[in-house]
């Protein structure tokens, strides 16, 4: 028997997967998380064979989860499902420890081929994820400036670049605007962006806002 965690805030996404692998495996157990806290807590419960994540979760960085996923049951496969498109998250949600990321724009038939290889232990890279992939890893620091940034200032950037003020951003993270503040400089001296402007220029030719 499969063991499978969803993790998704929204519960018709949930009961859809939920129902998709359902039919497509003979024997499977399913748990279900609708935030962060609760992934943590099935997590730590029992083990799971698979881990399907979306990276928007409420106030917290989806990318964190993974981690903590990973630092907790480091066999799991984790498969990112994500409304994040490929070339925005995937690069840094496979360096964290995902085996997979499919975008939530996939045919259903990629999303059981990427669940079929990733839980038997393998991985899955779709054909444009793994032209991502080849790229970024031959890019040098200068063309990949927004590489050089932790995850939780690479959420910032975007949601500045996105037209967020910063005490919105707080809000949303749960931070102060003062740690706002800080992300912001920091972002700033590791990209030599000079000012938002340039960020927000620098975000939306990259297509990262949301």
């Known amino acids: 028997m499969k063991t499978i965690l969803l993790i998704d805030d929204h519960e018709i996404v949930r009961i859809g997967l939920k129902k998709l692998l359902a039919d497509a495996f003979a024997i499977i157990t399913c748990g279900e998380a609708a935030s962060s806290k609760e992934a943590m807590q099935l997590a730590s419960q029992r083990e799971w064979d698979l881990v399907v994540l979306e990276l928007s979760l409420e106030r917290n960085s989806g990318l964190q989860v993974l981690k903590e996923i990973k630092r907790i049951q480091p066999k799991a496969a984790v498969l990112v499902l994500s409304l994040h498109a490929e070339n925005q998250y995937a690069f840094r949600a496979i360096k964290a420890g995902a085996a997979g990321f499919v975008a939530k724009g996939s045919p259903a038939a990629e999303l059981l081929q990427a669940v079929k290889q990733v839980i038997k232990g393998g991985r899955y890279v779709s054909p444009a994820l793994g032209e991502i992939l080849s790229i970024e890893l031959q890019r040098d620091d200068v063309a990949a400036i ?52 340039e960020l927000v220029r620098y975000v939306v030719e990259n297509h990262f806002a949301d």
């Open 146 to 197: 927004h590489e050089r940034l932790s995850n939780r200032e690479f959420q910032v950037m975007r949601m500045i670049g996105s037209g967020r003020t910063v005490g919105e951003i707080a809000q949303l993270l749960s931070i102060s605007d003062k740690t706002v503040s800080t992300y912001r400089a920091r972002l700033l001296e590791k990209t030599g962006l000079r000012n938002n402007a």
